[in-house]
């Protein structure tokens, strides 16, 4: 019951919203995702305690096989964890401005929680395509309603782009449910062990299908085109959402969904997908390099990113898979708080060009700090929670293979030259026109900023716990593997 | 132990209480809460030195990372060798946190700066203490942060902004190399743990990848330490305030990389081809550094280039398995090129921000301190005995005598260009006539007793260093070789030597003749080097740092940035965009093409399908029927 | 005494049914050819009494009356059809004074 | 089969009832009429009977679909405000009373068992549409549509009797169930070669009924010069009427000679697909985009036909059910949005004159974008699963690239079913509080909720059927 809990609870509250429209929506919807945080860290201590994590299963389409079964286990705990830790932020971030109390925009930011809970937390493939498709259209309405310039076609893209890549993912999913036996069954656990006997040929075909459905929602390289346009005109939240939680539906799919099913289309597609991932590194790396719209630019790293976790997933080890689930959490976090500060800063000049900025730090000594202690995180210096997944995923596609794993390993040179590019172009140097009379940052501002670089650092000092609480779920995955 | 804790603890503590307070705390306070832990830190290191008794010590902290079979913990490793650097980390690093005192005085981000050079020695501190290469990245990389925020301190001016992220990507390169050798340990042994490591290879256990191990970790040790051709990030780190060069881009930091090397002596003993890399590269680095050094007139940055080469000697040393001698320069070249800086601060101070050594002279009346300070660093820089420098350099010389003598020869010469270059700067500097403004000439003043006091205890120890190794032949008891032997191989022992002979005969002359030929030449003489337009032919090629950065840009930094812009408007734009584009166009005409058909004209429809009826049926019938 | 079945099997089925299809066949030809809705309309009549030939002639052929049945449908509905369809022909006169269903292209792409 | 009788008679009554009451009393009697049909309809549940000399039969599939038709036209009669261009001098018992006629010709096509009811109800069924489509009658384009929809419909039944005649030439039956065994006890080589001429002509009838590629030149025009009501009775009920007795007679008595069938459906339905959906991209009107996509719909509905394996009827059922709902809704707004805009803009019916409907009717946006959502298969709807439950249908029965084709197709419809959602909410536009009667609204939020409930919990029918 308190998975049900905590995968409807903000649906209700957002629906509530939708429909009252309250004049206090930003209180109501940080409070709903306060109690949804605190509800999902009840959950997960009990899936943590729990043998086999946690499991609920009804029946939804009882003809068809089709259950209505959540379950959290190492492996989407994680995720579970961070969907329910970022949303509370991101509502945060929403003080003060027009948006805050804008009861359609908390409601569908909230809406969006439960379909990305709802990907997260399913047992059932078609349970969890549903929510991956359902969480398009919160974000669809969020980003095209209260987008910027050129809006319409640029969501729309998105939109065509990433559902037309799902439809792959149904395509696949139907055949290997067409494959159980009896009447059929989609459990997830159920479609391992079925899928796996499939011949090579097969095999190769699905994994296509399941990674271009996810290699479109991640994005990686050549997919990615709908992302920085549509990562730059979203509104902030949205792109904190889509950046934040949601581009991890698509790697999250690879672990759960194709490693365990397609060991042998593994072997067929599985090195040209990690040569695509990384090429996705170095391709989104370089281009971030001259961007000059700093929300684009984070856009790119964050392509950047998703393509080493996408190999180090696809490397199949242990180190990689557990260095991916951490280093979702990490990026979840860190581009939250990059964007956010993206967005502080294009409140006060209304711009977000790097050129016509610099010099904030004369004006706000804690902006810089945040910036910097994040970015560290984003460039992966030890000690902060960058570092332990980059440094897993890089050493588990190093494994795999040396090449590729020093080519993917520039990321780090080229992640800082970016990183460090943007923090000076913004934060120092001389101040400019629109930077003058920079304001401080608000409590407000300050209350989602500190603890989000608190996470940063106790995520890397400390990684030990999460590891530990990941552990079990993905060696069980692993054994699959083999 | 718990008091060893409190070695890196304290400047942590240091480094949170300036950071968070930073600009309400009052600039006293400050400085005293910077500058207290690093002094007991070296009163905890001295007293751990003092209760040594050889024993590996390794002290277990926590887990950090803990995957499958691969478990890094936080752990802390007491042994001479971290010892050693424990004292002179503390210790070099109170000496410049007192300096800092009066030198960042009067400016606006003097917590702030306090909270760095905190944090700096507290990643250094755990760079040195980590038990095994992990825990040693995490130093490593730590530091190379403090170094980007420190040349970066006064962000304010962009070159200054470029200069921190040059030094900070160019150590980047090197920590992937250095994080490539990581991953190859893990693969090859299963841990990073020093103990483990060194003791399967001593045990002979049969380990393949040893030489790409220690050529990857090189490649960190290059960045860091400054090597070809990882090395222009150095002089523009002179930005950073003088302090900050002295701590980090003199004394501590750079030696990192000879550090690290020293402590996996096991790892590069076995792979003699990399030593010999090492080796040559040191010497080029120390070459080019000496040369560039010549004709330098920023007086920082002479002493930076200067820097560079004497990193270059010390991996010289490594190659050539001298690990005590280049440890012993690491120590000593830390007393020296501190008090050098220092002292160069000082006159900086002095002089109102200026650094061209052109516009200085006849200071030695006016800051006498400063001016024998210097004279002194100078010496002991020069080699000449019996100053730290000459003991230190000597060893090393001594060592790549017997081990090739074409590098000995070479290395002689990059000597005989230091000696040059550092009596030039110090002739152009406190001696002569003073060459700058009257408003300068009206400011000239002796730094206060904070910044003296570290010069006087810098000079000591610049001085009389070299008795920490004192050789045999000087009648001392090699004491440092003795301290360290246990981390280290067996070294070569050295037949006694004549004080006329070649051996020691050349690095005499290298050291004591160009001295002599600058004194004559900038003091006598009074030469004091044109301006900028007026350098020539290969003095310009040099001056202008062999055009090595301008080769950088070419090579690497314009190709990426066109790079970038190809990706980002052609390939990504026009070519991926376009093919997703394309589809949707592709739908939309051919949804107007086909819309057409629908012509409005009932004849036509009914047309239409009789026609396709007919085809219907002949197709699937004409088997049947015909 | 012959039975009518009898008589009517005395020529091949096939006959009966090459009639029925050419004319049907030319109903299709009057419709795909005339402009002049009524006439359409009769050409599509005329595929109709093609079709209760043919049903008349099967019916009694096999001694079957339910093919005959089906003839008194068809005239039923057509009957229904004309009434409709004048009826629509006749408000379209009204409307534009003409027939021609060529010119009735309003509606298109 | 009671319930056919009983509309027979409402119907008449209703003619009568239109001397004396006004039409809004008339509308709710015609709802009454409908519900109570639908009672007697559920009364036969589970009574697999044969009714009038065997000629009629209903089983719990034709039960279910003329539940969902007289659903349908129960909503149709919801959504009717007015008839035609001024309300003085049209009837609406009249048309009240030919609607349900009509669906007794729909209850008939999709519980025949002999061929004669099949023709009876699709006549009945065509002749009052053709009624209806000109029934607008001072309009040229309603004309127009009319004159376009007979010409054509009557020579469709004239193909599809002279294939019921072949076909009772071969077999010597009306008579489904004889056919049937007929077909299946006589070796392919052993029947006349008319036969399968016949057995292709009654299926091409069907085919254009359903409008399928590419005998669905008719539909655009039809639908789009009709009366808007009538252009949402025709594109369910029609629809979901004619595809319930082409799937009846390919799984029913054709099933044996696949052989001869398979391969023109299977093209016929890629075609389709292709055709409705590209087509649709380009469109301006809502009403000619929803006309190309009722196409398209029924081009993913014949992939159930398109393999010797016959599908199961509970997709098809569902199928129609979840596009029915959401067209009504569609056309419903249509009818608001385009009354509201017909005295301000040129093209009332166009994308452009739904611009900024969200701004104050927030209601009917939503409704509207439902609708276009479970059209266009989008989760949380009810036209998610239907898609859902045909593909993988489809795909079980091993049709694989039309499967593949489908879904790149509905990719396609994403796009045209989003130009209404992008003009509902993100495009400015000036439209004013919309007043909607409340029986109306009722109606809209009814099939509204429908459509999501259907789309969370779709076995809450998918059981039934």
Known sequence: ?482 | MSLLLLIPLLPLIGFAINGLAYPKLSKSIAGIVGTIPPLVAFVISLQLFLNFDGQTQIIQLADWIKVADLSIPFAFQIDALSIMMLLVITGVGTLIHLYSMGYMAHDAGFGKFFSFLNLFIFFMLILVLGANFTVLFIGWEGVGLCSYLLIGFWNQKNSYGDAARKAFIMNRIGDLGFLVGIFLLIQEFGTTDYQTIFSTIKDGTEVGNIGLIAFCLFIGAMGKSAQIPLFTWLPDAMAGPTPVSALIHAATMVTAGIYMVIRANALFELSPEVLHFVGWIGLATALLGAAIGLFQNDIKKVLAYSTVSQLGYMFMGLGASAYTASFFHVMTHAFFKALLFLGAGSVIHAMSDEQDIRKMGGLKSKMPITYITFLLGTIAISGIPPFAGFFSKDEILAALYHHDFAMWCLAILGSALTSFYMFRVFILTFWGDFRGTEKQAHHLHESPWSMTIPLIILAVFSVGGGFINLPHFAGGNEFLAHWLAPILPEPHTAGEVSLFSLEMGAPLLAAFLPAIFAIYYFGIQKAVPGNDESIQGIQKVIYRKFYIDELYDFVFVRPIQVLSTFFAQVIDFLVIDLIVEGVGKTVKTASDEIRKAQTGNVGYYIFMMVVSIALILVLTLRSRIL | MQSIPEIIRTIPLTNYIMLSSALFCIGILGVLTRRNAIIVFMAIELMLNAVNLLLAAFSSYYSDPSGQIFVFFIMAVAAAEVAVGLAIIVMIYRNIQSIDIGVLNKLKN | MTAIIALSLFGISNLFLGFWFPRKTIQMVTLLFLVVSMALTVSDWNHELLWFGNMFRTTNTSINFSLIIQLAAFFVVAFSKAFGQDDEHTHPAEYYAIMLFSVVGAILMVSFDHMIVLFVGLEILSVAMYVLTGSDKRNLRSNEAAIKYFLMGSFTTGILLFGITLVYGATHSFYISNIGTILTNTAPESMPSFLFIGVLLIIVGLLFKVSAAPFHFWTPDVYEGAPTIFTMFMSTIVKTASFAALFHLVSGIFGSLYTVWVLPVYFISMLTLVVGNISAVYQQSVKRMLAFSSISHAGYLLLTVSSKQISTTSSILYYSLSYTLATVVAFAVLILVSEYQSARVEKPENFSSFEGLAKNNPGLALCFTISMLSLAGIPLTAGFWGKFFIFSDTFSRNIIYPVILAILMSAVGIYYYFKGIIAVYLKAGEIEKIEVPVLFKMALWACTLGTIILGVYPSLVKSVF
């Open chain 1, 1 to 482: 019951m308190s998975l049900l809990f905590i995968l409807f609870f903000p649906l209700v509250i957002g629906a509530i919203l939708l429909v009252a429209k309250p004049k206090q929506a930003f209180a109501i919807s940080l409070i709903a995702s306060i109690i949804e945080l605190v509800a999902t860290a009840f959950v997960l201590k009990d899936a943590a305690a729990a043998e086999n994590g946690l499991v609920f299963t009804k029946p939804w389409i009882e003809e068809a096989g089709i259950s209505f079964s959540l379950w959290v286990d190492g492996v989407n705990g994680i995720l579970i964890g961070l969907c329910a830790l970022m949303v509370p932020f991101i509502v945060a971030t929403t003080a003060n401005s027009d948006k805050a109390n804008n009861a359609q925009y908390q409601g569908l930011m909230l809406a969006m929680q439960t379909a990305l809970m709802g990907a997260f937390l399913a047992k059932d493939a078609f349970l969890f395509y549903f929510f991956f498709e359902a969480s398009l259209l919160p974000i669809y309405f969020l980003a095209a309603i209260y987008g910027g310039e050129n809006k319409n076609a640029i969501t729309f893209k998105f939109f065509v782009y990433t559902l037309f890549g799902s439809l792959f993912l149904l395509i696949g999913l139907i055949y290997v449910y067409l494959v159980t036996p009896g009447s059929h069954s989609s459990d997830i656990e159920t479609l391992y062990q079925t899928a796996i006997m499939l011949p090579e040929r097969i095999q190769g075909n699905l994994f296509l299908a399941f990674f271009i459905a996810f290699a479109i929602k991640m994005p990686i390289f050549p997919f990615h085109t709908w992302q920085p346009d549509t990562y730059t005109v979203a509104p902030t939240q949205a792109t904190m959402l889509l950046s934040g939680i949601m581009l991890k539906m698509g790697t999250y799919g690879l672990i759960r969904l194709v490693l365990p099913m397609f060991p042998l289309g593994m072997i067929t597609w599985g090195n040209t997908a990690i040569i695509l991932s990384v090429i996705g590194i170095i391709y989104g790396s370089i281009i971030a390099i001259q961007q000059k719209d700093a929300k684009r630019l984070l856009a790119y790293s964050s392509f950047a990113h998703v393509g080493l976790m996408s190999a180090g997933i696809l490397s199949q080890s242990t180190e990689g898979i557990q260095g991916a689930l951490y280093q979702m959490l990490s990026h979840g976090i860190n581009i939250v708080g990059l964007f956010f500060i993206i967005e502080i800063i294009e409140r006060r000049t209304k711009s977000r060009e790097i050129a016509q900025l610099g010099g904030i730090t004369q004006y706000s000594y804690v902006l810089t700090v945040a910036f910097v202690i994040l970015s560290l995180g984003s460039v992966a210096l030890p000690l902060t929670n960058g570092f332990i997944g980059e440094f897993l995923l890089l050493k588990s596609v190093f494994d795999h293979d040396m090449i590729l794993g020093i080519v993917a390993g520039i990321t780090i040179i080229l992640g800082a030259v970016y990183t460090l590019r943007l923090i000076q172009k913004t934060m120092f140097g001389n101040f400019s026109r629109i930077t003058k009379d920079f304001e401080d940052v608000s409590s407000a501002e300050k209350w989602v900023l500190i603890p989000l670089c608190v996470l940063v650092i106790v995520g890397g000092v400390y990684p030990t716990w999460i590891l530990n609480f990941t552990e079990p779920g993905v060696q069980a995955l692993v054994s699959l593997l083999k």
